[in-house]
C-alpha cells in the first residue's frame, strides 16, 4: 500500500475506490499518457518547426529541414515522447496511448471489447489537450514563423505550421492518397509487432522495465525509414486530436478535411488517411505476430510442457497395484 495520501476524498475514505479503480480510471491513465506522448511529440516539431528559426538558432527565421539532422531530432524526439507516455500510464492501463493498438490488442490479446470505445475517447481528447497546450506556448514562434513565410495559416504556406500538430502526404505523391494509405498500413503493422515482441514474456521480453524505452526505439526506427512519405502518424488519436484542434485555430481547409491547393503535390480529404491506414496496419500487425512467432512459441510451450509431465512421470512413477498374496515357503 502507497503512503502517498490520495488527493481524492472519496478514495481516502474507500467511497471512491470502485469508480476510479474501474474504467474511469483507465481512461483518466489514457488521457494522460496520450497528453505527455503528444506534448513531446509535437512539442520537438514545434521547437523545428517554429522556435528554433524564431528564436535566431537558425540559419534563417524559415529554416527548417535543410539536413538529415533536423529529420532525426524529430524521430528521437518522437521516441522519446513516446516512452515517456507509456511510463507514465504504462502501470494502469498498459498504455496503449494508440487506438490502433486498443484495436489490435481487442483482436488477438483478450482485450475488452467494451472497453475500446472509452480508452479511444481519451486518447483523441488527450491528444486534443496536448495540441491546445502546446498552441499556448508556442502561438508567437508559429506567427513570426508565418510572418517571415509572408503566409496566412489557412493558406498553402500555413502547411508548414500545420505540421506541428497533424501529418500530410509527401508533394512527390502528386494527390493520390493510396500509397500513403500504405505506408501507414505498413508502418503501424511494424509497430504493432514491434510492440507484441517487446511486451511477449515468451519472447525475448525486455527485462528491468525498459519495455517503454524500447517501444519508443521501435517508433524511431519506423520514422527513420517511413516517416518522409506521410509523417509517420500511425496513430489516429495523434493525428486526429490535434488535427481539429489545429482546423479550430485557424489553419481552415489544410486541418479539416486535409486540403490544399494550388500548389505541387496538392492533396485533398487526407484526414481520413492517418485514421483508417493505422487502424488497419494494427490488425495486421498483431496477426503477422501470431502467425509468425506467437504460434510457434505458444507451440513449443505446450511441448515443453508435455516433456515436463514425462519427465516427472519416469522419475516419479505412480505407485503400481498390489498383486494378488503370495506364500512364502
Not at 98 to 107: H, K
Not at 265 to 272: L, R
Not at 290 to 311: M, N, P, S, T
Amino acid at each position: 500500500m502507497s503512503e502517498i495520501t490520495p488527493l481524492r476524498r472519496g478514495i481516502r475514505e474507500g467511497s471512491g475506490l470502485k469508480r476510479v479503480g474501474g474504467i474511469w480510471g483507465e481512461m483518466l491513465a489514457e488521457f494522460l499518457g496520450t497528453f505527455v506522448l503528444i506534448c513531446f511529440g509535437d512539442g520537438v516539431v514545434a521547437m523545428a518547426v517554429a522556435a528554433l528559426p524564431g528564436s535566431g538558432r537558425a540559419a534563417t527565421d524559415t529554416t527548417i529541414f535543410v539536413a538529415a539532422g533536423d529529420w532525426l531530432l524529430i524521430t528521437w524526439g518522437w521516441a522519446l515522447a513516446v516512452a515517456l507516455g507509456v511510463y507514465v500510464a504504462g502501470g494502469v492501463t498498459g498504455a496503449h496511448l494508440n487506438p490502433a493498438v486498443t484495436l489490435a490488442f481487442a483482436v488477438r490479446r483478450k482485450f475488452a471489447w467494451n472497453k475500446v470505445v472509452p480508452y479511444v475517447v481519451a486518447q483523441v481528447v488527450g491528444a486534443f489537450a496536448a495540441a491546445a497546450l502546446l498552441y499556448v506556448v508556442y502561438f508567437n514562434a508559429i506567427d513570426a514563423f508565418n510572418a517571415a513565410a509572408k503566409t496566412q495559416r489557412d493558406e498553402a504556406g500555413g502547411l508548414a505550421t500545420f505540421s506541428i500538430f497533424a501529418t500530410f502526404p509527401a508533394p512527390y505523391f502528386n494527390g493520390n492518397l493510396t500509397v500513403p494509405l500504405i505506408d501507414q498500413i505498413v508502418g503501424t503493422a511494424f509497430l504493432i509487432i514491434f510492440i507484441a515482441a517487446i511486451i511477449d514474456m515468451r519472447n525475448l521480453a525486455v527485462k528491468a522495465n525498459l519495455g517503454p524505452l524500447m517501444i519508443g526505439f521501435a517508433v524511431a526506427a519506423i520514422g527513420m525509414s517511413f516517416g518522409a512519405n506521410a509523417g509517420y502518424a500511425i496513430n489516429p488519436a495523434r493525428d486526429f486530436g490535434p488535427r481539429v484542434f489545429a482546423w479550430l485555430a485557424g489553419w481552415g481547409d489544410v486541418a479539416m478535411p486535409g486540403t490544399i491547393t494550388g500548389v505541387p503535390g496538392a492533396f485533398a480529404w487526407y484526414f481520413w488517411v492517418p485514421i483508417v491506414g493505422p487502424l488497419i496496419g494494427g490488425v495486421i500487425g498483431v496477426l503477422l505476430y501470431d502467425w509468425f512467432i506467437g504460434d510457434i512459441l505458444h507451440a513449443r510451450q505446450i511441448l515443453a510442457d508435455r516433456e515436463e509431465v514425462a519427465a516427472k512421470k519416469e522419475i516419479d512413477p505412480p505407485p503400481s497395484e498390489p498383486g494378488p498374496a503370495t506364500q512364502e515357503y
